[in-house]
């Protein structure tokens, strides 16, 4: 097929219904319900950019010559890194970054998955032909996916293998000729409307050797028997694209799902039974280090929308001429450049691995992602703080709609550079990302996108290799101990 257009993406999921549930009841079709239909259409016009700018954002198919889309490429130079990475700040501008799960994150996981096939095939050898044709797979179909690393909160002291019920955590229930049985439950898949699921091992959380049944890599269809979407209440209210202009837009859900006995067949599975090559997985095929790529593009993207956004507040109300005014718009821009400096320095310092794949540099992409869950909280808090009262009452599109109230709008919320309507709408896009229940949502995603910030600081922490800068204190100071302070002699 190669690179899908947006209306095979809407006609992909008709025909392939998945079992998702919303309030209690069981959603027909996600391109028409109120809950799920406008996420739908982000994600299709992600696809069609693609045919808009082919030459930026395809390249032609290893197999078949045909175009398929840039993030699935296997970067074999340096220069091929900035490249795919302009392909992907191309649609994480389309949503201002505000869509974490557009399908680059995990196209990059499962290029680098293939690359590293050999890894799987050490646990048993089909799975690494698996993984390589299921990259090959998703490329030449152009899907998206899904992602689920992580099991339900239940006793959090304990792993999945001490619960009071084994079956909390998605478990192999039993292996047959075809594939295994799963039952359980796993969380957090965001992007329910995705065509693949990827269920994999945490990225931070390790197994013990007690979780054997616990411990797979698999893809299926979403729409697979058995496999059960449980969906929160949607951040899109229904309301047009004037009053909540993201909400109404980039809503990509996220859901509990759940394994009723659903067959996973054999060639679908990569890694199986093996608790520490599960635990070693992300690192060993370097998949975290090009998903970290794409999310630190993403990072860029949303971190320009904010400073966009607070720079126009700024401009619209005319309160440019305060010194704490510009302290703040100070603090995001170093917070730009600090994730625009940790991404140019990965790929300068890119080398290829052992799989023969041009990877990023990890230090400044670990840097990054242990650093924007503390940034991004704080740009929302200073959209609010610049905003401040002006978001606590503000008209909607009815308001401005209606002949008797229009006159009353037009004169009391007017601004120092921007008319009523101009000013409304421009404080309705801030407080959407910055008070509604989706820009919270952003918050808390963004808090926890990589996992528990103190696990991945402890991570850092263990793996960062220190002693070289150990060993250069200790070189001073015994230099300075051998240095005997007398004064040097005078020039004759």
Known sequence: MGAR???????????????????????????????????????????????????????????????????????????????????????????????????????????????????????????????????????????????????????????????????????????????????????????????????????VLKGTAEDEPYAFAFALPCDTAGMKFLCRESFDYGRSHFDHPLG??????????????????????????????????????????????????????KTEFLLGIASLIVDTIGIEQFQHIHEKIAEMLVNLEAMRAFARAAEADAALDRWGVMTPAWPPLDAARNLFPRLYPRMVEIL??????????????????????????????????????DRVQLFRLAWDAALSAFGSRQVLYERFFFGDPVRMAGAMFTNHDRSVYMDRVREFLARAEAETGEPLPLSS
């Not at 990569?270 to 095929?285: E, I, K, S, W």
Request: glycine letters at 6%.
């Open 248 to 301: 109404s837009r980039f809503e990509e859900m996220d859901a509990v799902v759940v394994f009723d006995d659903v067959l996973v067949p054999w060639e679908r599975v990569f890694l199986f039974g093996d608790v520490q090559r599960c635990n070693r997985a992300f690192a060993a095929t370097n998949s975290v280090v090009h998903m970290a790529h794409q999310v630190i593009t993403k990072n860029i993207a």
């Open 5 to 203: 257009t947006g209306q095979q993406v809407v006609e992909q999921l008709q025909s392939h219904p998945r079992e998702i549930y919303y309030q209690g009841e069981r959603v027909e079709d996600v391109t028409r319900h109120p809950a799920f239909k406008n996420g739908v259409r982000s994600l299709a016009a992600l696809y069609d950019l693609q045919g808009q700018y082919p030459d930026d954002m395809t390249y032609p198919s290893p197999s078949t010559g045909e175009p398929v889309g840039l993030s699935f490429l296997t970067p074999r130079t340096r220069e091929d890194l900035p490249r795919v990475r302009a392909m992907m700040k191309r649609w994480a501008d389309y949503s201002g970054g505000m869509m974490g799960r557009t399908p680059d994150y995990l196209n990059r996981a499962v290029m680098a998955y293939a690359n590293a096939s050999a890894y799987m095939a050490e646990n048993r050898p089909e799975f690494g032909d698996n993984t390589r044709r299921y990259y090959e797979y998703v490329r030449e179909n152009d899907l998206s996916l899904t992602h689920t690393l992580i099991n339900p909160q239940a006793n959090r002291s304990v792993g999945p293998g001490q619960q009071a019920d084994p079956y909390l955590a998605a478990r192999v229930v039993r292996e047959t000729d075809s594939g295994f049985i799963l039952r359980g439950a796993r969380m957090l898949a965001t992007l329910p409307i995705a065509d693949e699921i990827m269920v994999f091992p945490s990225t």
């Open 384 to 421: 609010q703080l610049l905003g401040a009262s002006g978001f606590m009452a503000l008209p909607t599109e009815a308001d401005l709609q209606n002949e008797t109230l229009r006159p009353m709008i037009d004169k009391y919320f007017q601004a120092a550079r921007a008319d009523a309507h």
